[in-house]
C-alpha cells in the first residue's frame, strides 16, 4: 500500500493557510476541526514508525511543527488501557480519532479547589475530533477506549505543544508542572516527492 503521506501535506499547507488568516479562536477550532476531521476520514496515510505502541506508557510522535511555533502536530498512541494523567494544554488543540477509540474526560474546578469530572466521558471513534483550550474547557485526562488494542488519534495545538510549560493535576487539584517532549527524536520526511506517483 502506498503511504499517502499526501493527504498530511495537504493537511498541513490548510491549516498554515488558516493559521495565517489569524481567525479569532472559535473560527479556528470550527475551521481547524474540519480540516482535521477530513485527514481522519482515512487511515493510510500515517508512517509506520509514528504508530508504535510502547509497553510503558502512551507515545507521541511530533510529525511536524510549524516554523515559527504556531501549531504542532502530533500522533498520539495508546497501547491498550494506556491513559494520561488529568492535565491541561494552556493553548488551543484539536484532537482527531485515528484508529482505535479514545475516552475522553473533562474537569471543572469546584469552588474548593478540587477537580470534578464534568459530565460523562466522551468517546471518539474514527473520524471524529474533539477541541480542547482554556476558552472551552482546557483539563482533561484522555484514555484508550480498549483494553486489548492500540488506539491512535491525531492531536493539533496552537504551539509546539511538547515545550509548553503546563500542569497535570493531583485528585486534590494541586498542579504540577511539566514539559511533555516527544517520544521521537526524527521527524518524519514528508518533503521527498521523488517517489511519488501523481495523486488525483
Ligand atoms: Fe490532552
Redesign the pocket.
Known amino acids: 500500500m502506498t503511504l499517502r503521506l499526501d493527504r498530511l501535506r495537504l493537511f498541513l499547507h490548510d491549516l498554515a493557510t488558516l493559521v495565517d488568516e489569524q481567525p479569532g479562536e472559535p473560527q479556528l477550532l470550527a475551521r481547524g476541526a474540519a480540516l482535521l476531521g477530513e485527514l481522519v476520514r482515512q487511515d493510510d496515510w500515517l508512517p509506520e514508525e509514528c504508530a508504535q505502541p510502547r509497553p510503558e506508557r502512551y507515545s507521541q510522535y511530533l510529525l511536524h511543527a510549524d516554523a515559527r511555533q504556531r501549531f504542532s502536530v502530533v500522533s498520539f498512541v495508546w497501547g491498550p488501557g494506556q491513559a494520561?494523567p488529568v492535565?491541561?494544554?494552556r493553548t488551543w488543540?484539536l484532537?482527531g480519532m485515528l484508529r482505535g477509540a479514545e475516552l475522553?474526560q473533562g474537569f471543572a474546578r469546584a469552588p474548593d479547589g478540587r477537580l470534578w469530572p464534568e459530565g460523562a466521558p466522551m468517546r471518539l471513534e474514527p473520524g471524529q475530533v474533539e477541541a480542547?483550550s482554556p476558552q472551552v474547557g482546557d483539563i482533561?485526562q484522555?484514555s484508550n477506549a480498549y483494553a486489548d488494542r492500540t488506539s491512535i488519534s491525531i492531536?493539533v495545538y496552537g504551539g509546539n505543544i511538547g515545550a509548553i510549560r503546563r500542569a497535570t493535576y493531583t485528585e486534590a487539584g494541586r498542579e504540577q508542572t511539566f514539559i511533555s517532549g516527544y517520544t521521537n527524536r526524527h521527524l518524519p520526511n514528508l518533503w521527498d516527492l521523488s517517489q511519488e506517483t501523481a495523486t488525483p
Do not use: F
Request: hydrophobic residues 35%; charged residues 10%; without cysteine.
Open positions: 494520561t492535565h491541561d494544554h488543540g484532537i475522553a480542547v482533561h484522555v492531536h
